[in-house]
């Protein structure tokens, strides 16, 4: 007979999910509420505005889509969107690429900007395909590459996104509340995050935000969103500010009180104070990769503190490394991915993961495990 399922408890230090909070845990299992009980829709209101201060923004157009980041990403495309649409999109890492699919099913086309893994956006390229597009409707990259462990500058380009007149998608499921993010002051039009990164949330969920010029063009389209679900004149229906409240799907009630203890956990913090203490225990951590004789593999200046590639000798078993941290230290580190496979771990500092206490396990462990 099947007997009930009891993970392990393990230390998460890889690309997400991260650590979750054992508050957020224990929000998760309160008594699940009718997802239109006036109790269940004034949470969600508060749940509104932590995201817009999350995001710093004011957009109304602000909610949680009921599915994980890539729903996020597609719900930005989708909308955005329309058949025969141009699109510029950034690509130096996995997350582009998936960009690039996303807004080839919506029947657009995708100029690729493309840049070398484990390096920025060059704002200089962006320009160049701005200029040479100049029906371009968006242009779109990803702000913390989660498969590389590089930043790229979003506030510069969604400045040259708004000099050729394109709307801005951006990328932030692994960068919300680990790196500055201020989506007004930088002239975002479109975000999408995800919960399970550095707001140390179940995964599940994904923040997204739209300013009122892309949520005019939304109202404007002239053909229907291709997907029923993830269309946003439908979500807001649901979501939506002063309107009634009407049932569009069955909101994950216990998740959205998940996600509403992480986001009241990121305020008790205040937000700068969290990218702060990413920084910090991303030196700490750089430090100490550097003692064991090991390199990182981006240059400090894009480095994201949350995901830190770290290349080892070719004489490491990667495989065997991993199995064994898992194993004897209960501790998850990532592996690389695409052109990074088999070369680097990916070592995650996200949300409630980031903290000196997981960066000392994870060197002693390393530094053990290694010898
Ligand atoms: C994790 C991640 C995604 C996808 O999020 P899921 O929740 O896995 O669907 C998208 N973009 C980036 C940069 C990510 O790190």
């Known amino acids: 007979m099947i007997t009930s399922f009891h993970p392990p408890v393990r230390t998460l230090m890889g690309p997400g999910p991260s650590d979750v909070n054992p508050r957020i845990l224990e929000a998760l299992s309160r008594p699940t509420i009718g997802h239109l009980d006036p109790a269940f829709i004034d949470m969600m209101d508060q749940v509104k505005v932590l995201l817009q201060s999350a995001f710093k923004t004011e957009n109304e157009l602000t909610l949680p889509v009921s599915a994980p980041g890539s729903a996020g990403m597609e719900t930005a495309f989708a909308n955005l969107l329309e058949r025969g649409d141009k699109a510029i999109v950034c690509q130096n890492g996995v997350f582009g690429g998936r960009m690039k699919e996303n807004v080839e099913r919506c029947g657009a086309e995708a100029v690729m900007v493309q840049d070398e893994w484990g390096t920025p956006v060059d704002l200089n390229k962006v320009e160049e395909a701005l200029k040479a597009n100049p029906d371009a409707k968006l242009l779109a990259f990803v702000h913390a590459e989660t498969s590389t462990g590089v930043r790229s500058d979003a506030k510069a380009l969604c400045e040259l996104a708004r000099k050729y007149d394109c709307l801005s998608v951006v990328d932030a499921v692994t960068s919300l509340a680990g790196i500055e993010l201020r989506v007004d002051d930088w002239g975002i039009d479109a975000i999408y995050s995800g919960t399970q990164k550095c707001l140390s949330c179940v995964p599940g969920i994904a923040p997204v935000s739209f300013s009122e010029r892309a949520a005019k063009i939304i109202r404007e389209r002239k053909t229907p969103v291709q997907s029923w679900f993830l269309d946003l004149n439908l979500v807001m229906g649901y979501w939506g500010g002063s309107t009634k409240r009407a049932y569009h799907h069955t909101a994950p009630v216990n998740s959205l009180y998940a996600l509403h203890e992480s986001l009241v956990i990121v305020q008790e913090e205040g937000i700068e104070n969290a990218w702060a203490r990413h920084a910090r225990n991303h030196r700490s951590l750089a430090a100490g990769i550097e003692a064991l004789g090991l390199s990182f593999v981006v240059e400090e200046e ?67 495990t290694l010898r």
């Open 302 to 368: 894009y480095r994201l503190p949350q995901l830190n590639l770290v290349r080892f000798p070719d004489t490491v078993d990667d495989a065997a490394v991993r199995a064994a941290l898992l194993q004897d230290y209960d501790l998850e580190i990532g592996s690389g991915l695409g052109a990074f496979a088999g070369k680097v771990w990916r070592i995650g500092l996200m949300g409630f993961a980031s903290s000196q206490k997981n960066v000392n396990l994870c060197l002693a462990a390393l530094s053990n």
